[in-house]
């Protein structure tokens, strides 16, 4: 399925050109047009899905399959010195583009990437009860 007005299905599928480093039948890899740092890609499934949770267990094993290849090209190329993966789900976690995608950030001593949250402090029986109750439903 592609949607008419969704960007990412129209770069995915080619009819929008762009940065590719990598394509086969099921995603496309492209350069960020605004990228965090140097390198910055994005996986995109060529199917649309609006996020993770409409997305099968098959495309997802690709898509990180192929964000570790995108990984290692990125060290042997640029030599950063670490790397983020990020994925954002809805406009509270940061989404802005309504298609699927995973970023593959290359990290850089002193850049200016910032991916930092302050730690909650939850007590045990919070994270027993909490573990228990997930672990039921996968
Ligand atoms: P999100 O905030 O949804 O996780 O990430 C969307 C990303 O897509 C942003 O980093 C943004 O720079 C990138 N982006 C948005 N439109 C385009 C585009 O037309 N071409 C490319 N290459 N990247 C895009
Ligand atoms: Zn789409």
């Known amino acids: ?16 050109p762009s940065a590719t480093v990598y394509e086969d039948s099921i995603c496309r890899v492209i350069l ?25 267990a098959d495309t997802a094993s690709k898509i990180f399959t192929i964000a570790t290849e995108v990984a290692k090209a990125q060290k042997a190329e640029l030599n950063p010195d670490g790397l983020n993966i990020v994925q954002n789900n809805g406009e509270v976690a940061g989404q802005t583009v309504f298609h699927f995608h ?37």
């Open 102 to 138: 995973m970023h593959v950030i290359p990290r850089y001593k002193g850049d200016n990437v910032n991916i930092k949250w302050l730690p909650e402090k939850p007590d045990s029986d919070e994270l027993d009860a909490l573990s228990k109750a997930l672990r039921k439903r996968i």
């Open 1 to 16: 399925m592609s949607k008419d007005d969704c960007i990412f299905c129209k770069i995915a599928n080619g009819e929008i």
């Open 32 to 56: 960020d047009v605004n990228p965090a740092n140097k390198g910055h890609a994005l996986v995109i499934p060529k199917e649309h899905y609006d996020n993770i949770y409409s997305m099968d």
